[in-house]
């Protein structure tokens, strides 16, 4: 889970409070050494920056702004990609990355090191070693976070001090993790073609579905809709409890990256270098734009500096427990 649910809730409620809310969307696109930022209609590129080493993930920080993991390397860039923001050394390549509401980040690196560190990544708040090639992090709503290791086929629950509390394997090789608004974490399986829904402590699994070629990616949308992003060309959404479709996109050509949008619409990249962004139901192209290089990750959104903005996230925090209550 990322921080934009939170955020979701603040706009709704800023609207509804007539809260004044100064607010900038863009998206971020990432292909090799290079990060472009987006209008959040996929219409232009507004700012480029390259020369990070292999960029394998992006993330936002509700604070205004954009983190780009590469190899061997961490680092912070304002939303305009104008200047960087601060750094941090890996000894792998940073492969998966999470933001609290706080804006504390959360960094997985292929030789197995995660690491929870302060907003503006210049201190480690807590750190271990030993979880295998990262596939994802995704924050629980109380705050502590779920880890799968691609190359290990294991889930990790670990507290905010990342000392794990539980964890489940035999999955194969892993491809996505996200959590719903239950406590429960979806993970993919590109390795075994399916997908799984684990228990709040990441003991066992509750639901399972398979014969979906080749998982790349899971996200649970905010009604804890399951998208599943495969290299079958074609981009799914499940109930949360697998048990029919609720939308399905085919001709999206091999999935390579995905995020949700603030308002719930899908961006999703491929290997060909198109990023499209279809809107949350799967019926509608909302916007498309070829990069003509494969798209190797995506964030979503980025709301630049919102005070007041963030203010209301973190009152959410306790209100709402991070997530919407399901329907």
């Known amino acids: ?24 969307a863009a998206v971020f696109v990432s292909s090799g050494d290079t990060v472009w930022r987006m209008d959040d209609g996929l219409t232009a590129i507004e700012a480029a920056q390259s020369g990070f080493t292999g960029v394998a993930a992006l993330a936002a920080q509700p604070i205004g702004s954009v983190l780009i993991g590469s190899a ?23 492969a998966a990355l999470a933001v609290w509401p706080d804006s504390t980040v959360g960094a997985a690196a292929t030789n197995g090191d995660v690491v929870r560190m302060d ?43 990342i000392t794990t509390s539980h964890w489940t394997g035999g999955y194969g090789v892993l491809s996505g993790v996200d959590t719903t608004s239950d406590s429960q974490t979806v ?25 979906f070629p080749g998982v790349t990616t899971v996200k649970v949308g905010a ?7 495969t290299l079958g060309d074609t981009l799914y959404r499940m109930d949360t409890a697998f048990s029919s479709f609720l939308g399905m996109q085919t001709g999206v050509g091999s999935i390579t990256a995905m995020d949700l949008m603030l308002d719930g619409s899908v961006l999703v990249g491929n290997a060909a270098g198109r990023v499209t962004r ?50």
């Not at 889970?1 to 809310?21: D, E, G, Q, T």
């Not at 061997?72 to 940073?94: E, H, K, P, Y």
């Not at 829904?197 to 699994?205: H, I």
């Open 223 to 229: 009604d804890d809709s399951i998208y599943i992003g």
């Open 119 to 161: 907003p503006a990544i210049s201190t480690t708040l807590a750190i271990t070693g030993g979880a295998g090639s990262p596939a994802g992090i995704a924050v629980m709503p109380d705050g502590s976070f779920v880890l799968a290791s691609a190359s290990m086929g294991t889930v990790f629950h670990m507290d905010s001090g």
């Open 278 to 327: 279809y809107d949350a139901g799967l019926t509608t192209v909302l916007g498309q734009y070829d990069f003509g290089v494969p798209i190797t990750s995506l964030a979503g959104e980025v709301v630049p500096e919102p005070a007041s903005l963030t203010a209301l996230a973190a009152g959410l925090v306790g209100l709402l427990g991070l997530r919407r209550r399901k329907s």
């Open 1 to 24: 889970m990322s921080f934009s649910r939170v955020v979701r809730a603040a706009l709704s409620l800023a609207l509804l409070l007539s809260v004044s809310v100064a607010a900038g």
């Open 72 to 94: 061997g390397s961490l680092q912070r860039w304002d939303a305009n990609l104008t200047g960087m923001l601060g750094s941090a050394n890996f000894g792998g390549i940073v």
């Open 187 to 211: 993970i993919g399986g590109s390795g075994l073609n399916m997908v799984w829904r684990l228990d709040p402590t990441c003991t066992f699994f509750t639901g399972s579905m398979s014969g």
